[in-house]
């Protein structure tokens, strides 16, 4: 989202709000433990065979029709680069992929490795699924497997200097170890020379052949950071491309693989084809901002600022992903770029996957729905109103109050580790405000409203499986609660199915935006914390839904079907 000078600081601590859904961290810390080579021929172990069906294949396929036939090269190119940084990745998690993948033999557990860039489960808390393999060290392959945390902290104070002169030397290095077992910063364009400069040709021949004069600049820049090690410069230039219809986003990137610290960035890509209708309209909603936060449902001085209307928000189809962007559970948006420094000038960008948000609706949320809607109700799940609610939801981030209204300083520190929960939460009901009221204006036409109310409490019970860990998660259990003491819905008592009651919905909806927005706007971090202590949680009810979605199988994510060949691409 760009951002005006006056909440610089502020939309920068927001991006960190995780509005990927990411798999939650391992919540136990454990000192780092040498990952042994399974010597001999690895064996699943105490994993039920079930788990291997966790995830159901999807094939990501995008309409290239309108693209000209240099740009049909040019996404060959870029998926043959984005290969390079899928093993990259495998280095960076575990090791080489074929060295545990060739002493594999069940396909199955074969496939699951393959999902998870090594042998522990991403979905839980990385256990290993596989024999002979210790707990995944928390630090991945960033460091020596038998540093300390302490040690670590030793050679930062050492090389304080350092640090300070280069910013983003950790971002972009390993840690080894080097004579006398001292530690050593290796960069990644040392360590990963000849991989990077391969890559490096690829995205210059991609260049060559782009049409959009910002993409092929920006092409060129990310091929020499990926030489140099610095990347800002293509941080900047890629928020500078707003007509390309292909979009890349490849490099090392995310910090979440690095549990020891959150220090060292992953390596990942996509290729993007972008959805220039969906974008239109996205832009078109964004201008409404200040009309609807002078309406939110709370009082005035909880909504005296104005949110901006210049939102950087666009959706497309993904035709590849690779690296950290595929290894588990699979991302359906995105908020880049993370240098805080671009932010303060050029904003971010938020990057709304259509296909991938499609894959959850079809293989998840459908089969929750027949599971748990009543059904006379289930003609209101529709992917259109899915796809409303997730895009309202980024939107609806810029709605509300970021500064607290009584000296307590900007919302997310006042209100400390409770702070992601509260804000996915606003979020997501202030995006299902938005489109309530634009309705009410005629502004949006399509579909019914009730279908974005069904298709949201559906959405609830497929969010819950994220787990107590994830802000998400955690948002949704205390939506669960709020709306159930509300009457939002009720349940069948013949058939246990769940059903919206439309006006108590409405009157749920206003009254848990208003509770959010009291409790950000004084930063009330007890209020906070009382409320997702006793909503955010699951209850008795909510645990015997979650048992049924578990009994019937239904998938907990996706794993692509994704390539060149898929695409028709030579
Ligand atoms: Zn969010």
Not at 64 to 67: E, I, M, N, P, Q
């Given at each position: 989202m760009k951002i005006n000078k006056l909440s610089l600081a502020l939309a920068a601590s927001l991006?960190?709000?995780?509005?990927?859904?990411q798999t939650p961290a391992p919540t136990k810390k454990a000192e780092p433990v040498m990952p042994q080579?399974?010597?001999?021929k690895a064996e699943a172990e105490k994993?039920?065979?079930?788990?291997?069906?966790i995830y159901a294949p999807f094939t990501l396929t995008a309409d290239?029709?309108?693209?000209s036939d240099n740009q049909k090269k040019m996404i060959g190119l870029l998926i043959d680069a984005s290969k390079i940084m899928d093993d990259l990745f495998w280095l960076q998690a575990y090791g080489p992929k074929d060295s545990l993948?060739?002493?594999?033999?069940d396909s199955k557990v074969k496939q699951f490795a393959d999902i998870n860039y090594g042998p522990w489960d991403r979905l839980d808390?990385?256990?290993?699924?596989?024999?002979?393999?210790?707990?995944?060290?928390?630090g991945a392959q960033f460091y020596?497997?038998?540093?300390?945390k302490e040690e670590y902290e030793k050679w930062q104070k050492e090389n304080e200097n350092l640090l300070k002169q280069d910013k983003f030397a950790e971002l972009y290095s390993v840690m080894e170890r080097g004579k006398d077992d001292q530690l050593i910063m290796v960069p990644y364009n040392k360590k990963y020379a000849e991989q990077l400069s391969k890559a490096a040709a690829l995205l210059q021949e991609a260049a060559e052949l782009a049409d959009n004069k910002e993409f092929k600049r920006y092409l060129s820049m990310r091929a020499d950071a990926l030489l140099s090690n610095d990347y800002q410069a293509s941080d900047f230039a890629w928020m500078d491309m707003?007509?390309?219809p292909i979009e890349v986003v490849i490099?090392?990137?995310?910090?979440?693989?690095?549990?020891?610290?959150?220090?060292r960035s992953a390596f990942e890509s996509y290729v993007l084809i972008k959805d220039l209708a969906w974008s239109e309209k996205l832009s078109k909603f964004a201008a409404f901002l200040p009309e609807l936060q002078k309406g939110l449902?709370?009082?005035?001085k909880y909504k005296s600022e104005m949110p901006g209307t210049d939102a950087d928000l666009n959706a497309y189809d993904v035709v590849y992903y690779a690296g950290h962007s595929n290894a588990g559970s699979k991302t359906i948006a995105i908020n880049l770029p993370n240098d805080e420094e671009v932010q303060l000038e050029k904003g971010t960008r938020r990057l709304q996957l259509k296909n991938a948000m499609r894959a959850k609706f079809d293989k998840i949320l459908v089969p929750i729905s027949k599971q748990l809607i009543a059904e006379d109700q289930?003609?209101?799940?529709t992917f259109d109103a899915f796809f409303g609610n997730t895009m309202f939801h980024e939107v609806a981030h810029?709605?509300?109050?970021?500064?607290?209204?009584?000296?307590?300083?900007v919302v997310r520190t006042a209100l400390k580790e409770t702070a992601s929960a509260l804000e996915e939460g606003k979020a997501d009901i202030l995006g299902l405000y938005m489109i309530t009221k634009l309705f009410e204006k005629g502004e949006m036409t399509e579909g019914k409203l009730m279908d974005n109310y069904v298709t949201f409490l559906a959405g609830i019970f497929r969010s819950v499986r994220?787990?107590?860990?994830s802000a998400h998660g955690k948002a949704n259990m205390m939506r669960f609660n709020f709306f159930k003491e509300k009457g939002a819905f009720k349940v069948?008592?013949?058939?246990g199915r769940y059903r919206v009651d439309f006006n108590q919905m409405t009157v749920a909806m206003n009254e848990l935006s208003n509770l959010l927005l009291t409790i950000q706007g004084n930063g009330d971090y007890e209020a906070a914390k009382a409320l997702l202590e006793e909503k955010g949680v699951i209850k008795d009810d909510l645990k015997a839904e979650l048992d049924k979605l578990a009994a019937a199988n239904i998938p907990v994510d996706i794993v692509f079907e994704q390539g060149k060949e898929i695409l028709g691409l030579k």
């Open positions: 991006t960190l709000v995780a509005c990927q859904e080579v399974a010597e001999k994993t039920a065979p079930s788990r291997f069906d290239l029709s309108h693209l993948l060739s002493g594999l033999d808390g990385d256990k290993p699924f596989i024999d002979k393999f210790p707990h995944k060290p928390l020596p497997e038998d540093m300390t707003k007509t390309n490099g090392p990137i995310e910090t979440y693989e690095d549990l020891l610290f959150g220090y449902p709370v009082e005035q289930q003609k209101f799940i810029g709605l509300g109050i970021k500064n607290t209204i009584n000296g307590k300083g994220f787990g107590a860990s069948d008592p013949d058939t």
